[in-house]
């Protein structure tokens, strides 16, 4: 083979990578889109089940929850599969939950078929087409986000007067079973993520795998050479190898030492507080137009201007997020997204009429793209695009909680004082702390690494410290032999295997 045949191909930014952005434009924008989508039938389910606001939005929190909580098993999938596979299984999902949630007969049924199968299927959608742009671009990666995640305004503007004029025409069972159908183009965005590297990736794994089996048969033939002696010791080394590798195989799918990293858990802890005011103030946009006598398509236009003016925040944001004076410090760009979505929040119970609606949806959209347009390109930025896989995975599951939360708790406002308002200032002050608070930790993160940089720069430049860590490693050493008697048994051992390697 050519001598670069083990390499992985660098990203193209551009080419087939274009297409393999509009195929993430469509799966990204079903997977956020839809669930504020479905809003629109709340408010007649409710009605037709007898239920109160906090149990109908679980539809919603479920639906998001689960999206967000199956990153992990997603994570995991991309890494054995592929992005591909994975998009189109997930877009089956989809259709298959809203297929059956067309005959439920009860909220429970729907929170397991819309909120648990859907959800699901959306899962497998979202994290694979996040992951794959960041294969296919890294100069224009935030370009190429931006555009990706530009899907969802343009699904919501169009799924929000869609669901109305369907739910007008074939009640809400029919209209399921229609979208039960369009959520299966999910298959079709999936054929366009072509794998980089395929055939490579494949001469290595065939070849790694060789080696693996000749190792494996030396290493057979070797121990049903020694006596039965030695059998329970081997057996215990054995098992413990195997514990080992159990161990290797999880963290190879999931990182944990991200964990340990500083500006991951910034970004965690922000976004974790974030996700608890994100969601339900579009969830219940709509109810709250209709429940204060706006007729149904008048509310369900305030999520089309919402999605309009979300459509172009989101690549502007990328654009001005790929500017060489914002790029260097894109976590502080979010943090003041973060915040002054929420002081939107704040200010929409002034709004009385529904002109006042139809501003606060303005700002709203605009808010919300710029959030979106650089939830995922900030956490890339953290922590680099080899982590990146684990990182979502990991980021989703810890977000789904508050995302659970998020909806219901603004419902239960609403049933206990009978007002929206209270949800709304709710939301606002949760989002404004999170914004204050990932503005104040990235300003800590960001001295901390130059600290660390001009640190590391004074060790390079200091032959001293080099000489003292020689002088140590010696040291080191030296005790190591001195100590006899208790590290007798490691050098026998060390000694047995290096006669073993030279019969070998």
Same mark, same amino acid.
């Given at each position: 083979?050519?001598?670069? %045949?083990?390499? %992985? +191909?660098?990203? +193209?930014?551009?080419?087939?990578g274009w297409v393999v952005v509009f195929g993430a434009f469509i799966s990204i924008g079903f997977a956020y889109a839809f669930p504020k989508g479905i809003a629109i039938f709340f408010k007649e389910i409710q009605d037709f089940f007898g239920t109160s606001y906090s149990e109908i939005a679980w539809?919603?929190?479920?639906?998001?929850?689960t999206t967000y909580g199956a990153g992990p098993i997603?994570?995991?999938?991309?890494?054995?599969?592929?992005?591909? +596979?994975?998009?189109?299984?997930?877009?089956?999902?989809?259709? @298959?939950?809203?297929?059956? %949630? %067309?005959?439920?007969?009860? @909220?429970?049924?729907?929170?397991?078929?819309?909120?648990? @199968?859907?959800?699901f299927g959306l899962a497998l959608n979202l994290q694979p087409s996040v992951i794959i742009i960041g294969k296919y671009f890294l100069k224009r990666r935030p370009i190429a986000n931006g555009l990706a995640m530009a899907g969802s305004p343009v699904?919501?503007?169009t799924l929000a007067p869609l669901n109305q004029f369907l739910f007008d025409n074939f009640g809400w069972r029919g209209s399921f079973l229609i979208l039960g159908a369009i959520l299966l183009n999910c298959c079709v965005a999936g054929a366009l993520f072509r794998p980089i590297g395929a055939a490579t990736a494949s001469v290595k794994t065939q070849a790694t795998e060789e080696g693996k089996n000749a190792l494996k048969e030396e290493v057979t033939k070797d121990a049903m050479e020694m006596s039965s002696s030695m059998n329970t010791p081997m057996e215990t080394k054995m098992e413990e190898e195997g514990g080992k590798d159990c161990c290797e195989k999880i963290n190879q799918y999931l990182d944990f030492s991200l964990f340990k990293h500083r500006g991951f858990l910034i970004y965690l802890i922000g976004n974790v507080l974030m996700f608890l005011g994100f969601f339900a103030p579009i969830v219940f946009l709509a109810p709250y137009a209709k429940h204060i006598g706006i007729d149904e398509y008048s509310a369900a236009f305030l999520l089309s201007i919402l999605a309009i003016v979300d459509m172009i925040a989101r690549p502007t944001t990328g654009i001005i997020a790929n500017s060489k004076w914002v790029r260097p410090r894109i976590q502080y760009f979010f943090s003041f997204? @973060?915040?002054?979505?929420?002081?939107?929040?704040? !200010?929409c119970p002034l709004a009385s009429g529904y002109m006042g609606l139809v501003v606060y949806s303005v700002f709203f959209g605009l808010a919300f793209g710029m959030v979106c347009?650089?939830?995922?390109?900030? !956490?890339?930025?953290l922590v680099g695009a080899a982590r990146f896989t684990s990182a979502v995975g990991l980021v989703t599951i810890a977000e789904c909680c508050t995302i659970l939360l998020g909806p219901p708790i603004g419902g239960t406002l609403i049933d206990t004082f009978g007002d929206y308002k209270y949800m709304f200032i709710k939301c606002?002050?949760?989002?404004v702390l999170a914004g204050t608070f990932l503005f104040i930790m990235n300003y800590y993160n960001y001295c901390m690494l130059a600290k660390e940089e001009k640190e590391r720069k004074a060790k390079e430049e200091d032959p001293k410290s080099v000489r003292t860590e020689n002088e140590g490693r010696n040291n080191w050493n030296k005790e190591t032999i001195r100590d006899g008697p208790e590290l007798e048994p490691?050098?026998?051992?060390?000694?047995?295997?290096?006669?073993?390697a030279n019969g070998t």
């Open positions: 083979p050519p001598t670069n %045949a083990g390499r %992985a +191909p660098g990203p +193209p930014d551009g080419g087939w539809v919603s929190s479920i639906m998001l929850a997603s994570s995991i999938l991309v890494n054995r599969y592929g992005s591909r +596979p994975v998009v189109i299984f997930g877009g089956l999902l989809c259709g @298959i939950g809203m297929v059956s %949630a %067309a005959f439920c007969t009860s @909220i429970l049924q729907l929170y397991i078929c819309v909120g648990f @199968i859907t959800g699904m919501l503007c997204s @973060i915040a002054f979505n929420g002081a939107c929040h704040l !200010l347009a650089m939830l995922f390109e900030t !956490l890339m930025d606002g002050v949760v989002m490691l050098r026998e051992e060390q000694e047995g295997l290096k006669k073993e």
